[in-house]
């Protein structure tokens, strides 16, 4: 890089960083909980299911969770370095687009990269911790994609073997990047107007079968694992058409005007029968027809539309996403596709600067710098909205009041901060809007729970169960449930389903062997505690209850080395201490 290129990169990674200033310190929105590693896979044993589970973490992205795994051994929970490490690698993307536009001689990678760098559309890919999964897979692909086109030009073997293995790493952190070939292959036909079998096509038949099999596998996880099939997924192959349509054209606006964005937009009623619903796919084939009748006089137009098409594909309704039970789009859906976009704008934008002269030069340049401070600031606004998941999520509801998920999100929010009254509010709603919706029902029996209404939490609980009897959560919660009520039996029934679903599930183990204990089933009790003390070493209350067990079983030693250890973890742990005290007074003198 020449020193030029050095200060900008320095200038574009400042400019980036203070732009996202407000949400350095963003707490933790809807699922980051889950991807900041939860407590059973925080263990060398738990890192090896990251592997070999594809149920373990929220998508079986295995790179992605074991770098979340990495990040909360460093600093845990603390929520600013996640951020920082997100937009380190959201800037570090940037800088790799300059390289590859530079590669391929496009005028305007600066402008461009810019433009990805700055604009709204992309905040909530870089403001919420969980989709680094596209920061990261970025960095990934533009490595991988910068490689291969050195190859290309070079013809030599460690550049294609880097970009195959860099390739491989980003399809680990999330499969979108599977469209790379493709995208590939459309640069290629863009800089020499044709392709040949040999010398374009067949390099990147290993970067296909690795894709298609990465997306086979996703497509299978999203269905089986994440719940993406069922009736709200029932759409036909006319239906999916139809939202793709939408979908495009949602996307391309948003890039050139990007306002009212929103985390939840409202999800669309597709209607084969809606005539103006039409217009949508056959607005995509018309401009498609159009670009490519144009391509004699320019293949740029044509090459940045498939681009963009192509790498949105994924996210266009043609495969099953379980976020489509919310919406059928999203800003982070298109953080990679907008570079197709960006990068035609800036060369176009380039390119008719460069024939201006004298004072319109210097007026069209300065369109371009007021460009990047009104994106700047548009990014620097909505940053605010991801500063804590009750902020986000209202602001979400006010402006798509409809939206179960919101109101379910920001349910989970207020309970967070033991607004329990407020929660079940925002649960019974989302509830309303969408009877089948599964976690809100949960989270309402919870919350209820919480609040001391077991009673009325049992009847919700079961309805979960009904429509999902493998939900380890739903069970242990109805055990809890049952066991306040006094119906001890069927609550250890519950507790033993959960462990029967979920058997690295520490406060089920722990909650049936107090049921056992006071059964006098010490021996079952302590099997159970044991278990509890072995999934989380660090919890004070497990060792506390191992020693409880041990009293009743009258193995004093054992319970005194247990409580030492809990006081060690917690020194105001309530009654350890003077269980300790009597304990060690019953000790024999020697």
């Known amino acids: 890089m020449s020193r030029r290129d050095w200060l900008l990169a320095l200038a574009l990674g400042a400019i980036t960083f203070l732009v996202y200033q407000p949400a350095w310190n963003g707490g933790l929105l809807w699922d980051d909980g889950n991807h900041i590693t939860a407590p059973a896979l925080r263990s060398i044993h738990g890192l090896v299911r990251i592997w070999t589970d594809p149920a373990s973490a929220p998508q079986y992205y295995p790179l992605l969770h074991t770098v979340f795994w990495i990040e909360y051994k460093l600093w845990g929970s603390w929520p600013l370095p996640y951020h920082l490490i997100n937009i380190l690698l959201h800037v570090t993307s940037a800088l790799l687009l300059v390289k590859v536009l530079q590669n391929l001689e496009i005028p305007g990678a600066w402008f461009a990269a810019a433009i990805f760098a700055l604009h709204p559309v992309q905040v909530e890919s870089v403001a919420w911790i969980a989709e680094l999964k596209n920061t990261l897979s970025a960095v990934f692909c533009l490595g991988a994609a910068l490689s291969y086109l050195r190859f290309v030009r070079d013809g030599k073997l460690r550049l294609y073997l880097l970009a195959f293995v860099l390739f491989l790493l980003g399809l680990m952190v999330k499969t979108v990047i599977a469209t790379l070939p493709m995208a590939i292959l459309v640069t290629l036909w863009w800089k020499q107007g044709n392709l040949e079998w040999k010398r374009d096509v067949k390099p990147l038949v290993p970067f296909f079968v690795s894709g298609i099999g990465s997306g086979l596998v996703t497509a299978w996880v999203e269905r089986k694992i994440c719940g993406a099939e069922g009736q709200v997924f029932d759409f036909s192959l006319i239906d999916r058409f139809l939202i793709a349509g939408r979908a495009f054209w949602f996307y391309l606006a948003k890039l050139f005007w990007p306002a009212n964005l929103v985390t939840i937009y409202p999800r669309w009623q597709v209607n084969h029968l809606t005539w103006w619903q039409y217009l949508f796919p056959i607005g995509v084939l018309f401009l498609l027809g159009v670009l490519w009748g144009l391509r004699r006089r320019s293949r740029g137009p044509i090459a940045a539309a498939l681009i963009f098409g192509v790498m949105l594909f994924p996210m266009l309704s043609f495969l099953n996403i379980a976020y489509f039970m919310f919406s059928f789009v999203a800003d982070h859906f298109q953080y990679l596709a907008s570079i197709g976009i960006f990068t035609f704008f800036g060369a176009g934008a380039v390119r008719w600067l460069d024939r201006m002269q004298g004072w319109r030069r210097l007026a069209a340049g300065g369109m371009g710098l007021a460009l990047l401070v009104t ?67 949960y989270n309402l029996g919870a919350a209820l729970m919480k609040r001391g209404d077991a009673a009325e939490a049992v009847p919700t609980l079961k309805a979960v169960l009904r429509a999902n009897p493998s939900n380890a959560k739903a069970n242990y919660s109805l055990g809890t449930a049952l066991s306040a009520i006094g119906d001890r039996e069927q609550a250890i029934v519950a507790y033993e389903r959960a462990l029967k679903l979920e058997p690295d599930f520490p406060d089920a183990h722990c909650n049936l062997a107090n049921l056992l204990l006071e059964k006098n089933e010490t021996d079952g009790a302590l099997a159970h505690y044991r278990e509890a003390v072995r999934l989380q070493p660090e919890n004070p209350g497990a060792h506390y209850n191992l020693a409880v067990g041990l009293v009743r079983k009258g193995e004093a030693d054992p319970a005194i080395n247990e409580l030492q250890i809990a006081l060690r973890l917690n020194p105001s742990y309530p009654d350890a201490k003077p269980l300790l005290d009597e304990l060690l007074a019953q000790r024999p003198q020697h």
């Open 375 to 441: 994106l700047a600031g548009l990014s620097w606004a909505q940053s605010h909205v991801y500063q804590d998941a009750e902020t986000c999520f209202r602001t979400v509801i006010a402006k798509n009041p409809n939206s179960p998920g919101a109101h379910n999100n920001l349910g989970t929010a207020l309970m967070d901060r033991d607004a329990v009254d407020e929660a079940i509010v925002q649960f019974r709603k989302a509830v309303d809007l969408q009877p089948d919706y599964q976690l809100a029902s």
